[in-house]
């Protein structure tokens, strides 16, 4: 009863030998030869093989093919209106006209307010007597003049007499020029208790109210001009190569509406806060539609180029600080240089890569490079 335990522990034994110590002859005995074995090892695949390494690090990876993509640099910004300014009094004095109502659309040379003339027209009426009187002075001392000199030539007046006739003359031709000037200032005064829309645009605020005191410096109105509106967005350092002066733009308002334009302004300086520049494009808005402060995101058109998607967690830094990704390369991590060409909602568009990679996307920050990884595949960005 004894020996059949004892003979199935022998055959156990036996078998256990041969898988531990001779594993080609139990191979043999069970069919399979050395050459099936080696063909299937040798259909492995490297990241396969690193996997059955002890050593390998773990990490998730996507596949990624380069594309095409279009050829505009995206910025987020705002609309601006073209002008902005507050019109402010010149002169002091009284508002004696009906104010305007925010929102009206005013052209240039519009009335904007007046304001009481008060004693600017006798000071005019004075300063035009005076210049008559001057004049009158002038005219008798130049009458003078021509008969101290003529009495000087025939020996019959001293030069003393000829000298204080030309100084005469010289005083009321100075008292004729001070008369202008001051005729000059009165009608300017008088010019100035108008204020006048100084280009076509919209109210932003009321006109100041019938009977306000205002003094130089005092604002009668704000205007914006709307027509053209500008589009303003602020370029990251790694765009500005791409933007020109000149180039086709448009725009995507909040409201779904696109409006075309062209930029005319970008800027050599960039923000010590932001590190990004501005950049300025003009736009038609002749209905008005368009307000100042509406947010856009704008389109500079630029040369296309080849790019891959990728998630922005799939960025790193080497040792250098220098920005980049991590790919498997023969079952082993490897860094690569990027550029940013593009930050979107759906990933990062990077270029500076093979047109085919396969680029770690978790467990980057954990290799380094020609360490094993062994690898799970995920799906590509779209």
Same mark, same amino acid.
């Given at each position: 009863m004894r020996l059949f335990p004892i003979l199935t522990a022998a055959v156990?034994?036996?078998?256990?030998?041969?898988?531990v110590f001779d594993r080609d002859r139990l191979l043999t005995l069970a069919g399979v030869g +050395?050459?099936?074995?080696? $063909?299937?090892? /040798?259909?492995?695949?490297? $990241?396969? $093989? /690193?996997?059955?390494?002890?050593?390998?690090?773990?990490?998730?990876a996507m596949r990624s093919t380069a594309q095409e993509i279009d050829s505009a640099v995206v910025l987020r910004g705002r609309t601006e209106a073209a002008r902005n300014i507050d019109v402010q009094a010149e002169t002091s004095g009284l508002v004696v006209s009906e104010p305007l109502r925010k929102g009206s659309t005013v052209a240039a040379g519009d009335l904007l307010c007046r304001l009481d003339i008060g004693t600017r027209a006798a000071a005019l009426a004075e300063a035009e007597s005076r210049l008559t009187e001057a004049r009158a002075r002038l005219a008798d001392a130049e009458i003078n003049l021509t008969a101290a000199s003529r009495l000087s030539e025939?020996?019959?007046a001293t030069e003393t007499r000829l000298t204080a006739a030309e100084a005469a003359a010289e005083s009321a031709r100075a008292g004729v020029q001070a008369a202008e000037a001051a005729i000059a200032s009165a009608k300017t005064e008088i010019d100035r208790i108008e204020i006048r829309a100084p280009f @076509?645009?919209?109210?932003?605020? @009321?006109?100041?109210?019938l009977g306000s005191l205002l003094q130089p410096g005092s604002v009668c109105a704000s205007i914006i001009q709307l027509d053209p509106i500008k589009l303003v967005g602020f370029a990251p350092e790694v765009a500005i190569d791409r933007?020109?002066?000149?180039?086709?733009?448009?725009a995507r308002l909040a409201t779904g509406r696109e409006v075309p334009g062209t930029v005319t302004f970008l800027s050599r300086s960039a923000d010590p806060a932001t590190r990004t520049f501005r950049v300025e494009v003009e736009a038609p808005n002749g209905d008005l539609a368009i307000g100042d402060g509406q947010t856009a995101e704008i389109f500079i058109s630029s @040369?296309?180029?080849? $790019?891959?998607?990728?998630?922005q967690s799939a960025l790193t830094l080497n040792d250098e600080g220098r920005l980049g990704v991590r790919l498997v390369v023969d079952a082993a991590a490897a860094f690569a240089p990027v550029s940013v060409v593009r930050d979107t909602t759906q990933g990062i568009w990077v270029t500076g890569l093979e047109p085919d990679i396969e680029v770690i996307v978790v467990g980057q920050e954990y290799v380094t490079d020609?360490? +094993?990884v062994a690898v799970t595949l995920k799906e590509a960005a779209q």
């Open positions: 156990v034994v036996a078998v256990l030998y041969l898988l +050395p050459t099936v074995v080696e $063909a299937v090892e /040798a259909s492995e695949t490297p $990241a396969e $093989a /690193a996997a059955h390494n002890a050593h390998a690090v773990p990490v998730v025939g020996g019959f @076509d645009g919209l109210l932003e605020t @009321d006109s100041a109210e933007i020109t002066v000149g180039a086709s733009a448009g @040369d296309g180029q080849v $790019a891959h998607l990728l998630p020609g360490v +094993p």
